[in-house]
């Protein structure tokens, strides 16, 4: 499985940007994506999955009602539109995979996806 994100840039605090995620060498129209942040020196979060199948929609507390997830899988592609955007989303943006489906109240870590792309970073100016 390869993942390949984009979209991230610096942008000031209260914009938007639109993060795309493209997947290759799986089929995309089963499992969970989802994007998580890392931001300088601290631990990967959660920021949103969705089911493949279905399109249940997950977010952390933190991005409910800024960002939304969403997904194409005629063109294998997950985006994450960010919006309202705050410096403390500063961050480098992951994608991830994984095969398995989970509840809706299901608490995300990065130990829940298998496969991860490269990062974009996104920079929000104060």
């Known amino acids: 499985v390869q993942l390949q994100a984009s979209g991230g840039g610096l942008v000031q605090a209260g914009g938007s940007l639109r993060l795309s995620c493209v997947v290759s060498?799986?089929?995309?129209?089963?499992?969970?994506m989802g994007w998580f942040l890392q931001a300088p020196g601290k631990e990967r979060q959660f920021v949103a999955a969705i089911r493949m199948i279905g399109g249940t929609t997950y977010y952390a507390d933190t991005v409910k009602g800024r960002f939304t997830i969403s997904r194409d899988n005629t063109k294998n592609t997950v985006w994450l539109q960010m919006s309202s955007l705050k410096p403390e989303d500063t961050a480098v943006y992951y994608c991830?995979?994984?095969?398995?489906?989970?509840?809706?109240?299901?608490?995300?870590?990065?130990?829940?996806?298998?496969?991860w792309g490269q990062g974009t970073l996104v920079t929000v100016s104060s």
């Open positions: 991830a995979a994984s095969s398995r489906n989970f509840v809706l109240t299901y608490r995300f870590t990065h130990g829940d996806f298998p496969s």
């Open positions: 060498g799986r089929t995309a129209n089963s499992g969970t």
